[in-house]
């Protein structure tokens, strides 16, 4: 009874969060300067031809109305159609753009649901990385408050925080595939095209992890029933996995959560380095082609993604420790 309530709570949450999400998405998109049907039609199109294909495709009219006419769209499960991108693979725009290749436009949905699956095995294998990082790092410093494993784990986390993404993907690209030549760095073509960029993410996120680790193994071991258990004859290993790491998973869950959540929307930078064909750079193209559809699309999936991720997050949360309430 307490999961469903607590679902059907989070799940209406949810939903506010992603309706206002595309509300300010929306309307930010037709407030900023910039007409995407100059784009799509040509710069040599005409003023009158623009007007007609704006004013068709309903861009003429109060963003309120637009935005009502979307919304019952998206709650049928229909994000639209790209407005540039065509389901061919054509050039879509200047004199051949009328209805005929307007029908043919790419569904937002099997553009975002194409490069979807890039991302998330991205994003995981990025996680995985840096939990293998972060891991030892931290719970050896967290073990050791005050001493040098602590200061190291400091000096660690405060190194890869300070390393700028961009920078450190050129010299990874440079070192690994062109110097040494071990993997390869641009596009994609098979899961090893994900470990160069899958690396970048894992040391931009470990800073992270090893802190969170670090402040949470320590004070969990210095508390009152961790020196009990000691009493009790268990040894300093089972003490370590069985209380200190039981009681330092939750925090670090909730973590994990927000940084798998945060790898899912913000990729950008990294997959547009290595020209990695996922969310990111499926993004960063509809930014600069000014395409509504395909940004209003992934925002609403991006916010989805989010709300999902911290529902799991605090379900699993609540097995491990039963005590937390939501």
């Known amino acids: 009874m307490f999961i469903l309530r607590f679902l059907l709570r989070r799940l209406a949450q949810g939903a506010l969060i992603i309706f206002l999400v595309s509300a300010l998405i929306f309307t930010l998109l037709r407030v900023v300067p910039g007409d995407p049907v ?58 051949s753009f009328d209805d005929s290749t307007r029908s043919a436009r790419a569904e937002v949905w099997d553009l975002i649901a194409e490069t979807a699956p890039k991302t998330i095995q991205l994003a995981c294998l990025a996680m995985v990385f840096a939990l293998m990082i972060a891991i030892p790092i931290g719970v050896w410093g967290g073990l050791h408050p005050g001493g040098w494993p602590d200061r190291i784990a400091l000096y660690c986390s405060s190194v890869f925080v300070s390393l700028p993404n961009f920078w450190l993907g050129i010299m990874l690209a440079l070192l690994l595939s062109v110097k040494l030549k071990l993997l390869p760095a641009i596009g994609y073509g098979g899961f090893a095209w994900t470990i160069l960029p899958a690396l970048v993410l894992a040391i931009e996120i470990a800073p992270f992890i090893i802190r969170s680790l670090t402040v949470s193994v320590a004070q969990i071991m210095g508390q009152n029933f961790i020196d009990i258990a000691g ?78 991720i911290n529902i799991v997050v605090d379900l699993l949360s609540t097995l491990i420790d039963p005590r937390l309430e939501y």
């Open 38 to 95: 100059r784009l799509m039609a040509g710069g040599m199109a005409p003023e009158a031809l623009i007007e007609q294909i704006a004013t068709d495709m309903g861009l003429r009219d109060p963003i309120p109305v637009q935005f009502t006419r979307y919304m019952s769209g998206v709650v049928q499960g229909d994000l639209g159609q790209s407005f540039v991108r065509p389901a061919n693979g054509a050039a879509v725009g200047g004199a």
């Open 231 to 308: 009493v009790r004859g268990l040894s300093r290993n089972q003490i370590i996995f069985r209380h200190g790491a039981k009681n330092a998973a939750v925090p670090l869950l909730n973590l994990l959560g927000v940084q798998f959540s945060m790898l899912l929307g913000g990729v950008l930078v990294v997959e547009f380095i290595f020209d990695y064909p996922g969310l990111g750079l499926l993004t960063i193209n509809a930014v600069m082609q000014r395409d509504f559809p395909l940004i209003q699309g992934i925002a609403i999936v991006t916010a989805a993604a989010f709300v999902l």
